[in-house]
């Protein structure tokens, strides 16, 4: 099985899209995180669905987890305030790692591997062009943790 067999269409977003419009296609469509691309097929991030939620949590009650429990339900309704005006590239972690990124030839296997070095819940496939060196390549798709793990435990 390789890559380009198991790559699904998957939902991206840009770098200067709205924050709050990026939680609220991971909230609609209930994903791991999203990938963020340069243009149509240049995968330059993963924005995962835990950073977005990690940032509409109060300073504060990170600082004492202990408030949480004092934050009554109209309060919490407003939380994704904090999303307002940001865009996506300024919710990025700072120390986030270079987006899994599989040829479409792979195999399984080897985005497994690629998948666990870089801890992403999910892998953009790319079709290089022929000559590798001239960079690019086309997004086929995205392969997510969950998927492949399906294929890898031998279900269709």
């Not at 990690?54 to 919490?76: K, Q």
């Not at 591997?113 to 690019?136: F, I, Q, T, Y």
């Amino acid at each position: 099985m390789r890559a380009r067999d198991l790559a699904e269409p998957y939902p991206t977003v840009s770098l200067d899209d709205q924050a709050l419009d990026a939680a609220r296609l991971l909230a609609e469509h209930r994903l791991p995180g999203v990938l963020v691309v340069d243009g149509p097929d240049t995968p330059v991030a993963i924005l995962p669905s835990s950073q977005l939620v990690r940032l509409l949590v109060p300073g504060y009650v990170m600082e004492d987890p202990t408030l949480a429990a004092v934050i009554d339900e109209a309060h919490a309704d407003r939380l994704a305030a904090a999303l307002a005006g940001l865009r996506v590239r300024e919710c990025l972690p700072k120390d986030s790692p270079a987006p899994a990124v599989a040829d479409a030839e792979d195999t399984a296997v080897e985005i497994a591997a690629l998948m666990a070095r870089n801890r992403s819940p999910l892998a953009a496939v790319v079709e290089r062009p022929a000559d590798r060196h001239s960079g690019g390549g086309r997004l086929l798709g995205v392969i997510t943790a969950s998927h492949l793990l399906h294929r890898l435990l031998g279900n269709p």
